[in-house]
T-cell receptor, first 117, second 107 residues
Framework: GAVVSQHPSRVICKSGTSVKIECRSL??????MFWYRQFPKQSLMLMATSNEGSKATYEQGVEKDKFLINHASLTLSTLTVTSAHPEDSSFYIC?????????????FGPGTRLTVT | GDSVTQMEGPVTLSEEAFLTINCTYT??????LFWYVQYPGEGLQLLLKATKADDKGSNKGFEATYRKETTSFHLEKGSVQVSDSAVYFCLLDDMRFGAGTRLTVKP
């Protein structure tokens, strides 16, 4: 099946610095990618929807200037957490949508655990 | 806006017990509906899906029927196994997740 990778899988950064997380669709083209964050023992919260070549659409309450999303190609989307603070520590998951004959399939990355110290 | 409401749990069952996890949705139009599973330490995996009313998705002994009249997509399994212990998420096709239900199956 289709594979979505994320890099890095874990990152620790100091408060005030920025960190970039990559999401790649390895064997298919994804016109749409989604970014989520997941707190321990909680559900996934949709942060933004990213369409290739256009600006991301952010969910209400998500700061677009803090969580910068770039979807420059059909196989890569990046999430940059700017001026990170401890409250940004979380598990970030991306998903990519692949077109199929029956509509589409959605594939999820393994997630990136961000710890801000 | 569109949303999905899921029974939160946690749910603890004995092996071979019957499982139902409720999921209802609010949406304009006719969304596709999905169940995803997250095993301990692993990423999300698609369990089953349904794209239109009365569709039944099934996989690994799990089933869910898309019921437009009750706006529901409840997940069922007739006989759970210890290996089914995981967190189950209901998902609407605008990519909004339900709260997740943690299932623990005891031998």
């Amino acid at each position: 099946g289709a594979v979505v990778s994320q890099h890095p899988s874990r990152v620790i950064c100091k408060s005030g610095t920025s960190v970039k997380i990559e999401c790649r669709s390895l064997d298919f083209q994804a016109t749409t990618m989604f970014w989520y964050r997941q707190f321990p023992k909680q559900s996934l919260m949709l942060m933004a929807t990213s369409n290739e070549g256009s600006k991301a659409t952010y969910e209400q309450g998500v700061e677009k200037d803090k969580f910068l999303i770039n979807h420059a190609s059909l196989t890569l989307s990046t999430l940059t957490v700017t001026s990170a603070h401890p409250e940004d520590s979380s598990f970030y998951i991306c998903s990519a949508r692949a077109a199929t004959s029956g509509g589409y399939e959605q594939y999820f990355g393994p997630g990136t655990r961000l710890t801000v110290t | 806006g569109d949303s999905v409401t899921q029974m939160e749990g946690p749910v603890t069952l004995s092996e071979e017990a019957f499982l139902t996890i409720n999921c209802t949705y609010t949406a304009t139009g006719y969304p596709s509906l999905f169940w995803y599973v997250q095993y301990p330490g692993e990423g999300l995996q698609l369990l089953l899906k349904a794209t239109k009313a009365d569709d039944k998705g099934s996989n690994k002994g799990f089933e869910a029927t898309y019921r437009k009249e009750t706006t529901s997509f409840h997940l069922e399994k007739g006989s759970v196994q210890v290996s089914d212990s995981a967190v189950y998420f209901c998902l609407l096709d605008d990519m909004r997740f339900g709260a997740g239900t943690r299932l623990t199956v005891k031998p």
